[in-house]
């Protein structure tokens, strides 16, 4: 069986959604053998998480210890949902709890993991734990060396190609659970078709955040199921702890606002221009990066359609425009898609940048990788595009100028 995500999760900005029922007294795992990270002899008295996370910055999710069991709550799996997803982490070789309720029961740490979006498997490196994937969607477009090399190796499937997945090949690896993403739609049909196929299927729903390092906090959501906390509460540390320092540089380096210089996003099609809103994930990175966003008056969390000659008319005269059309690589590409696009100060002044320097051969595009997990490195790359006297010896790491 093929199902159709219907959309693609890069371009989406990814997340994750899930609504398992488990009987309170059997769970699918429960008769599996005992594996040596289990508990061989239950004492209730005993906290069996001595590694806990705290959820600073991501609003999408969070967890309340108990002992030998984690409840994660997730907000929302999509925007239009209307109920929160708990699911119930049991640490294996332990009793389920008695309060389960609607939640899906998962014993933990998992060993064996199918992730349908490229977004989430830099977390399975950055907690070593990418041995424990056995399959993920379109291998030809991860970037994460790690992945990459057990690719190579044959040791992770591709069981997902071209928004299509493959059931079959999923449950012949008869993973522990699958993470994959809920944006409503097409993608929720997907979803319940995987638990109907009798897969514990984890939602993650990194792609509603609206800011860097809430998206990057994700790390921890997917290190409670592997019991990585300890690690994920290092990584992210350093990550948060560089995006700050980097944030803090630029803006005691502005005396004011005439220092910011003015930016837009984006492109049009088909004579619309999706603009996104001052309380969006993109506007956060421009504010940070020490530039004025000219849609920072916008109040919105996504983006918004305006015509050509509405953008037109604020951005003309901005100085830099970035995050263009994928396919455009030189300045040539842009106006040969539409020739008013000339008329725009920032290609005639040669400042277009887009984040396409880690695409592959096969579309993949390492910004909507490993970028969302270090926002910090993209911090660096806009602030060597807007005041690169700050960071003068760096190398950018995702972005570049069109030619």
């Not at 790690?146 to 992770?156: C, G, L, P």
């Not at 504010?287 to 604020?314: H, M, N, S």
């Not at 396919?327 to 020739?339: G, L």
Request: hydrophobic fraction near 40%; charged fraction near 20%.
């Amino acid at each position: 069986m093929r199902l159709s995500l219907g959309i693609t999760p890069v371009l989406f900005l990814l997340g994750l959604g899930l609504n398992a029922c488990v009987q309170n007294s059997v769970s699918p795992v429960a008769q599996r053998p005992l594996h040596p990270d289990c508990v061989q002899e239950f004492d209730p008295s005993q906290d069996y998480f001595l590694d806990k996370v705290q959820v600073e910055f991501a609003t999408g999710f969070e967890v309340d210890y108990q002992g030998h069991y984690k409840r994660v709550t997730l907000a929302s799996p999509h925007p239009e949902a209307n109920d929160p997803v708990e699911y119930i982490l049991v640490q294996c070789g332990t009793p389920i709890p008695d309060d389960v309720g609607d939640a899906m029961v998962v014993e933990v740490p998992v060993q064996s993991v199918v992730v349908l979006s490229t977004t989430y498997l830099p977390h399975f490196a950055a907690l070593d734990r990418v041995n424990h994937l056995v399959g993920i969607s379109d291998t030809q477009i991860t970037q994460t060396p790690a992945v990459v090399e057990r690719v190579k190796q044959q040791k992770i499937r591709d069981v997902s190609r071209n928004q299509v997945v493959n059931i079959e090949a999923i449950l012949n690896l008869n993973p522990d659970i699958v993470i994959t993403f809920d944006a409503g739609g097409a993608s929720s049909d997907t979803v319940l078709m995987l638990e109907n196929a009798g897969l514990q299927v984890v939602l993650n729903s990194e792609y509603l955040e609206m800011s860097p390092l809430g998206r990057a906090e994700w790390l921890k959501f997917t290190a409670l199921f592997l019991n990585q906390e300890g690690k994920a509460k290092e990584v992210f540390e350093e990550i948060r702890t560089d995006y700050q320092e980097l944030s803090q540089r630029v803006a005691a380096a502005i005396a004011d606002d005439t220092s910011r210089p003015t930016v837009f996003t984006g492109f049009s099609s088909t004579n619309t221009w999706y603009v996104p809103g001052r309380n969006s994930y993109a506007a956060e990175f421009l504010r940070d990066a020490g530039a004025d966003y000219l849609w920072d008056d916008l109040d919105r969390q996504w983006t918004v359609p305006l015509d050509f000659e509405v953008v037109y008319q604020r951005a003309r005269d901005a100085d830099f425009w970035v995050n263009v059309n994928s396919n455009w690589r030189t300045r040539a590409d842009v106006i040969e898609d539409d020739p008013r696009y000339g008329n725009f100060a920032a290609w005639q002044g040669d400042r277009i940048y887009n984040n396409s320097k880690r695409v592959n051969e096969f579309g993949g595009n390492d910004y909507w990788e490993t970028g969302i997990l270090y926002p910090n490195l993209i911090l660096a790359d806009l602030i060597q595009i807007f005041h690169p006297n700050l960071l003068p010896n760096a190398d950018k790491t995702y972005y570049q100028k069109l030619e």
